[in-house]
């Protein structure tokens, strides 16, 4: 049995645990003393209870973010009812600030903030040498790469066919944007080179096609950046998909370059806009040159084939609707191939709550802490905003109606065009989540058609091309009444890339 339990809720199954498998390469001597148990947010805390007791552990290392917050707590207080003698030992982001006035805290034995890659293994030795520490919360300093084993080796075969493998060559930000906790997290540090791209090979032996890098400032050394993207490019084949957090405004010619010689669909960019408007740039300390960040966007998508993914942030203080409806209608009109509307959360630690009394910032009391009304927007526009979210994603991200949407708008402003049709789809008790795709394509026909009067037999043609990008070849009743003739396309070849990256590359169905 082993002494040493570590363990999570990941969002989904997909989603492997990093900092697990960082916890668990840096125990040395303990390592195996120890045990990796992987759940998900969906499964009963009776049942991972359950599971976690079954291995008879004396130390029980769990993981807390803000998507697990309130199963982690629920978790934690029947561990302790049933079996107060464990050690519970706490850790990651939503424990590593306001511990004092967490439940979660109280009820554990250690909580270690910070990265505990180092931390948690000393822990671990204290603890089963019986020479516990006093100090409850242990803060631990930020780790060298350099001394940290790396823990790729730990991702098992399974977890390299069948879920999300994530990698990173540098922690940490230059940057002190407010509503990320990352401004917290300095200096920045790189991966030895030489030994991280000797742990991409291995993974590209044994497999993987699909590398998701965490870093946040992905292309803030430009040789470092360069040496990865290269060392990827040598070695690229059909199915490689590299997923990179850039900073927008920083694409000098020698990256571009590089970038211009992957083929479409290769990689992803998840490029943090957040907001265009420059007064609320500056008051959440923000640095961002707009200009520059939109000629880099052009460039990605006129001369490169790389997936735009960017994100903007809903509820900024200062930020009204207006604001934010022009900072979106400017980058769809730049061309991104995904906008990821995601509405503020005030992040434990995060210095975002400075401006709380002065922009009547008002935030939901758990997690995930959303922003509930501001000076800026009342709580019905922020209702009406998260199912813009919520649809814009379904409908738009996915790449599953890419004809079809820009009827909505024509030349008007897209954001108030779309926000017209979600208001639509709530005052029809239409809900924005598990609705099947041909019922996705029937509810934007019918608004199309009967609310906006836009021409049938035009608007089914761009429906049912679209309706065909996912791979369906069944011709639906509400447009079998206006079209008479339906031909299937041929279908896609398999590129290996995620569905839904996949879907946004140009088809044949594309030009007419």
Request: charged share 20%; aromatic share 10%; net charge neutral.
């Amino acid at each position: 049995m082993p002494d040493i339990v570590l363990t999570t809720l990941n969002a989904r199954y997909a989603h492997a645990s990093f900092g697990l498998r960082y916890l668990q390469a840096n125990l040395g001597p303990l390592q195996n003393r120890s045990v990796l148990m992987e759940f998900d947010i969906s499964q009963r805390t009776t049942d991972i209870l359950e599971a976690i007791l079954s291995a008879s552990p004396r130390i029980v290392g769990l993981g807390v973010y803000i998507w697990n917050a309130g199963p982690c707590l629920e978790l934690c207080q029947q561990l302790k009812r049933l079996r107060p003698d464990i050690v519970l030992v706490l850790g990651g982001p939503e424990v590593s600030h306001e511990t004092d006035q967490q439940e979660i805290c109280r009820l554990a034995d250690f909580v270690i903030t910070g990265e505990a890659d180092l931390a948690f293994a000393e822990l671990c030795a204290q603890v089963l040498a019986n020479r516990r520490p006093l100090i409850k919360v242990i803060a631990a300093a930020p780790p060298e790469f350099s001394s940290l084993k790396l823990p790729y080796d730990l991702y098992t075969d399974h977890d390299l066919a069948h879920r999300v493998a994530y990698v990173e060559a540098s922690r940490g930000c230059p940057f002190k944007c407010e509503f990320c906790l990352s401004s917290l997290d300095v200096p920045v540090r790189n991966a030895p080179l030489d030994e991280f791209l000797s742990q991409m090979q291995g993974l590209l032996d044994r497999g993987l096609r699909q590398f998701k890098f965490v870093d946040r400032t992905f292309n803030l050394s430009l040789p470092f950046s360069r040496s990865i993207l290269q060392f990827f490019l040598d070695r690229y084949s059909p199915g490689l998909f590299l997923h990179f957090e850039m900073i927008p405004d920083r694409l000098p010619e020698a990256l571009r370059d590089l970038i211009r010689r992957f083929p479409p669909g290769a990689m992803q960019f998840e490029v943090g806009v957040q907001t265009f408007n420059e007064a609320v740039q500056a008051r959440i300390s923000r640095r961002q040159d707009n200009a520059r960040l939109a000629d880099n966007l052009t460039f990605l998508r006129n001369d490169t084939g790389v997936h735009v993914h960017a994100d903007l942030i809903v509820g900024l203080p200062g930020e009204d609707v207006e604001s934010f409806a022009s900072g979106f209608d400017r980058l769809l009109s730049l061309g991104v191939q995904e906008i990821q509307v995601g509405i503020l959360k005030r992040l434990r630690g995060a210095p975002i709550a400075r401006h709380d009394a002065e922009w009547g910032m008002v935030y939901g009391p758990v997690a995930p802490y959303e922003i509930l009304e501001s000076s800026a927007m009342d709580f019905a526009m922020l209702q009406r905003l998260r199912r813009f979210a919520r649809y814009w994603d379904l409908l738009a991200n996915s790449g599953n109606f890419t004809k079809t949407l820009p009827h909505l708008w024509k030349n008007e402003s897209p954001f108030w065009s779309f926000l017209k049709f979600v208001d639509w789809l709530h005052q029809h008790g239409q809900r924005s989540y598990g609705i099947a795709l041909q019922d996705q394509a029937r509810l934007l026909f019918e608004f199309l058609t009967v609310e906006l009067s836009r021409e049938p037999a035009v608007v089914a043609a761009d429906v049912w091309a679209d309706y065909q990008r996912g791979g369906r070849s069944d011709r639906p009743a509400f447009l079998r009444a206006v079209l008479t003739d339906m031909p299937v396309a041929s279908r896609r070849q398999a590129t290996g890339l995620p569905s839904r990256q996949a879907r946004h590359l140009p088809s044949s169905s594309d030009v007419r």
